[in-house]
T-cell receptor
Framework: DAKTTQPTSMDCAEGRAANLPCNHS???????VYWYRQIHSQGPQYIIH???NNETNEMASLIITEDRKSSTLILPHATLRDTAVYYCIVRVSYNTDKLIFGTGTRLQVFP | NAGVMQNPRHLVRRRGQEARLRCSPM?????VYWYRQLPEEGLKFMVYLQKENIIDESGMPKERFSAEFPKEGPSILRIQQVVRGDSAAYFC?????????????FGSGTRLTVV
């Protein structure tokens, strides 16, 4: 699986959009970008994934650059409950291999 | 439609005792993954199992740790002769036969404290 690089921490005001970047310059053509988050002491939670097109679901939007070397997770209206560590993981989809978690980005949403 | 169930939520063991952590995957999921998270650290993969088979145990300590996923019943992570350094949160995830295209589902974890 390709290596990813994320900022260690970010802050965001409540109600504003939180934009979390991820670099994955060595991504392969068949690898997807996955995002998970871990709210303090809880199990990781799947957020969204994509291959090359932008994706949106009820939780977030995922913007992948045309060259696929980076992506941005967008939480459109961050709330205090979105405070968590966010992990960007690149891997082949439809694959049952293990997920490898990096250090992620610690997002702090403040009032 | 229950998610991944882990029990117990909290487990306290004295040094030298055995710890047994259980994980029931989501209905229809046949793949189970165990992760360990030490205090203030990230999630580290331990072992990946399918029914009655260990697929990848590359993250499992060579001694004292074992895992199984029998034909019937939950997956069990067993730690023998626990030491203080085993104190951590242990998370289990499951995925369907077709793979985790829609994302793996994690349980709420078992917090093991060794005293």
């Amino acid at each position: 699986d390709a290596k990813t690089t994320q900022p260690t921490s970010m802050d965001c005001a409540e109600g504003r959009a939180a934009n979390l970047p991820c670099n994955h310059s060595t991504i392969s053509g068949n690898e997807y970008v996955y995002w998970y988050r871990q709210i303090h002491s809880q199990g990781p939670q799947y957020i969204i994934h994509g291959l090359k097109n932008n994706e949106t679901n009820e939780m977030a939007s995922l913007i992948i650059t045309e060259d696929r070397k980076s992506s941005t997770l967008i939480l459109p209206h961050a709330t205090l409950r979105d405070t968590a560590v966010y992990y960007c993981i690149v891997r082949v989809s439809y694959n049952t291999d293990k997920l490898i978690f990096g250090t992620g980005t610690r997002l702090q949403v403040f009032p | 439609n229950a998610g991944v169930m882990q029990n117990p939520r909290h487990l306290v063991r004295r040094r030298g005792q055995e710890a047994r952590l259980r994980c029931s995957p989501m209905k229809g999921h046949s793949h189970v993954y165990w992760y360990r998270q030490l205090p203030e650290e990230g999630l580290k993969f331990m072992v990946y199992l399918q029914k009655e088979n260990i697929i990848d145990e590359s993250g499992m300590p060579k001694e004292r740790f074992s895992a199984e996923f029998p034909k019937e019943g939950p997956s069990i992570l067993r730690i023998q002769q626990v030491v203080r350094g085993d104190s951590a949160a242990y998370f289990c995830a499951s995925s369907p036969e077709s793979g985790g295209a829609g994302g793996y589902t994690f349980g709420s974890g078992t917090r093991l404290t060794v005293v």
